[in-house]
């Protein structure tokens, strides 16, 4: 069956939802996302990623021509009508269409608002149950003077850059450092250690994009009463961690085994992942807005 997409107002097949060449997000990347995850008819964190659509498009001036309400209620019927029961849904919003120009006042038309609803995997079973190898990347991260990371804007080249050298180095993820050498996220979720009794993850002044995810994982790990911590964290705190993992909202919660080579603990998913993991699995299916 073709999925179905909702288009500024309509919900239409997935090979007619289109949008204009003049368009701010595809011709500057103007404009902001989420990602959300269903889990069994239940969408997760719905309310917080909407949140943190409607303050980064506050952030860059960007009107979205929705109450939140009614967003809302958009991403549910658009899953309704697609027929899903878990799903990752992409909720895009552009500036709308302009001319060539930067001058935002140029654009002829409300925000484009687009919510598709659709299946995903991001690593293999096998990577769950045996941790990802992971690399340094070169590319560093954008400074947060530049472009604030609470922004989710759809400007991923940074990104982008750092997962190519991923893919060419033939590993599964990339850790992005700061300008100041420390260590920011990697190329698309968030990253925390278990390192002396104690579990550590980068602060938000570092660099990072607070992911919803990884917001989850600080709760779970305050319900099991794990010692934790926000703090700068280096390479060699990585490479000597007991063990490492990273959040995101496709990519969950996923144990690292190596990174640059190095064996991280004694190279397999270890118990306060596993503990976090299995949790995490649990309120994915009990908590969520319902989609009937």
């Given at each position: 069956m073709e999925r179905i997409v909702y288009l500024n107002g309509s919900f239409v097949p997935r090979s007619e939802a289109k949008v204009s060449v003049f368009d701010r997000g595809y011709l500057y990347g103007d404009g902001v996302f989420e990602g959300i995850r269903q889990y069994s008819g239940r969408v997760?964190?719905?309310?917080?990623?909407?949140?943190?659509?409607y303050r980064g498009a506050r952030a860059i001036a960007l009107e979205i021509p929705m109450a939140p309400e009614e967003l809302r209620e958009t991403i549910l019927e658009t899953i309704r009508r697609n027929g899903l029961q878990d799903a990752y849904i992409r909720v895009v919003?552009?500036?709308g269409q302009g001319d060539l120009g930067l001058d935002p006042r140029a654009c002829r038309s409300p925000a484009t608002v687009v919510v598709i609803a659709?299946?995903?995997?991001?690593y293999p079973k096998e990577v769950y149950e045996q941790g990802l190898e992971v690399i340094t990347c070169a590319t560093r991260r954008n400074l947060p003077a530049a472009l604030n990371p609470?922004?989710?804007?759809?400007?991923?080249?940074?990104?982008?850059?750092?997962?190519?050298?991923?893919?060419?180095?033939?590993?599964?993820?990339?850790l992005m450092l700061n300008q100041q050498g420390y260590i920011a996220e990697a190329t698309g979720d968030n990253i925390f250690v278990w390192l002396r009794g104690t579990l550590i993850t980068p602060p938000s002044?570092?660099?990072?994009?607070?992911?919803?995810?990884?917001?989850?994982?600080?709760?779970?790990?305050?319900?099991?009463?794990?010692?934790?911590?926000?703090?700068?964290?280096?390479?060699y705190d990585v490479y000597s961690a007991d063990e490492c993992f990273l959040t995101g909202t496709a990519a969950e919660i996923v144990p690292v085994s190596r990174v640059d080579g190095r064996l991280i603990g004694?190279?397999?998913?270890?118990?306060?992942?596993?503990?976090?993991?299995?949790?995490?699995?649990?309120?994915t299916v009990t908590e969520g807005v319902p989609v009937a």
């Open positions: 997760f964190r719905l309310e917080q990623h909407l949140e943190r659509l919003v552009s500036r659709d299946t995903i995997s991001l609470q922004i989710k804007s759809l400007n991923y080249l940074n990104n982008i850059l750092a997962k190519i050298e991923v893919v060419r180095a033939g590993a599964h993820e990339g002044h570092s660099g990072i994009l607070e992911g919803v995810t990884r917001q989850v994982a600080i709760e779970l790990a305050a319900e099991m009463e794990l010692p934790f911590r926000e703090d700068l964290l280096t390479l004694d190279g397999k998913p270890g118990p306060i992942t596993k503990r976090l993991t299995a949790r995490f699995k649990e309120v």
